[in-house]
């Protein structure tokens, strides 16, 4: 063995050891919960009565596929995910093609719009919640103005849904316009310029060139975004509890009030089936990734 192989072998040890503790306490903290929340899915326990808990099976799981709760929260869950995301993609790329431009004022528009990305849930959660109350909020305050009707918003059962659905795209659209500006701006200029002058332009521009190029990193964006919405909780819980009545009970919310009736088992086997959807999603969309990037590479290569 040379002494540039030693050193090389020694330098990985090194660096191994360097990150071995880290490496430890984040795999301690994703694989202990997940094995003991696993573990009480298989249970009867009981927040209130710990004396009680026992071995039951799939008993928990069998109790969640027949209640009409847990049916309607993944209604209201699927509906939140299909309506929230596809207007956050549709608008964020409408402002990423709009600010896809050289102009000296877009630097300042960008640090503008990311701002209610860094906003904490909590405070706007609280925030639309007094905006949308009916008496007091500013936006029936505006309506009136403007000679419109008031609505009750977040405390109507026809309305409520739609009210939340309204302040998490307020904050997420800004995100999705910022990753897929930064998919165009990645774009080759020798490629936008051959585009000019062939007169591609208009909607033959955005499904030939821009499309095609950012594809990735609209998966990729989607990807977060559906996950994201699929296991959202703070801002609809913050603002509605869930209700009016199950109004707004989707998944996240209703895995956390069988937790306040004590049920610890049957909140771990709800857990157990969120996360196993999100992983099926997640994996959906690497394959897509990989099919593409390898369909991208046989191009290239023919």
């Known amino acids: 063995m040379t002494h540039k192989s030693i050193l090389r072998l020694s330098e990985g040890r090194i660096a191994l050891f360097l990150v071995l503790p880290t490496l430890i306490i984040l795999i301690g903290l994703a694989i202990f919960p997940l094995g003991w929340a696993g573990a009480l899915a298989f249970r009867v326990e009981n927040l209130f009565r710990p004396d009680i808990g026992k071995w039951v099976g799939f008993r928990n799981f069998k109790y969640l596929l027949t209640e009409d709760?847990?049916?309607k929260s993944i209604r209201l869950t699927l509906v939140w995910c299909v309506c929230v995301v596809s207007i956050q993609m549709a608008l964020g790329f409408l402002f990423a093609m709009m600010l896809d431009t050289r102009a000296r004022i877009v630097g300042v528009l960008r640090t503008l719009i990311v701002i209610p990305v860094f906003i904490s849930p909590i405070a706007m959660g609280l925030t639309w919640q007094f905006m949308f109350e009916p008496v007091t909020g500013v936006i029936n305050y505006c309506l009136e103005l403007l000679g419109l009707p008031g609505g009750t918003w977040h405390t109507s059962t026809d309305t409520a849904l739609m009210a939340v659905m309204i302040a998490d795209i307020w904050q997420w659209t800004p995100f999705v316009t910022l990753i897929l500006l930064a998919g165009m701006q990645g774009i080759?200029?020798?490629v936008i310029?051959?585009?000019r002058l062939d007169?591609?332009?208009g909607w033959?521009?955005?499904?030939k060139i821009v499309i095609p190029l950012i594809w990735p990193v609209v998966m990729v964006v989607?990807?977060?975004?559906?996950?994201?919405?699929?296991?959202?909780?703070?801002?609809v819980y913050i603002i509605t509890r869930g209700g009016p009545g199950t109004a707004t009970l989707v998944a996240s919310v209703y895995d956390f009030t069988i937790f306040q009736a004590g049920r610890i088992g049957v909140m771990a086997a709800y857990g157990f089936l969120i996360?196993?959807?999100i992983n099926l999603v997640v994996i959906l969309f690497l394959r897509l990734l990989y099919r593409q990037e390898k369909e991208a590479r046989i191009v290239q290569k023919a």
Request: net charge positive.
């Open 69 to 71: 709760t847990f049916w």
């Open 188 to 190: 080759s200029p020798e």
């Open 193 to 195: 310029e051959a585009a």
């Open 199 to 201: 007169k591609v332009r």
């Open 204 to 207: 033959k521009y955005i499904t």
């Open 222 to 235: 989607l990807l977060l975004r559906l996950v994201d919405s699929i296991r959202i909780f703070d801002l």
């Open 275 to 277: 996360l196993i959807v």
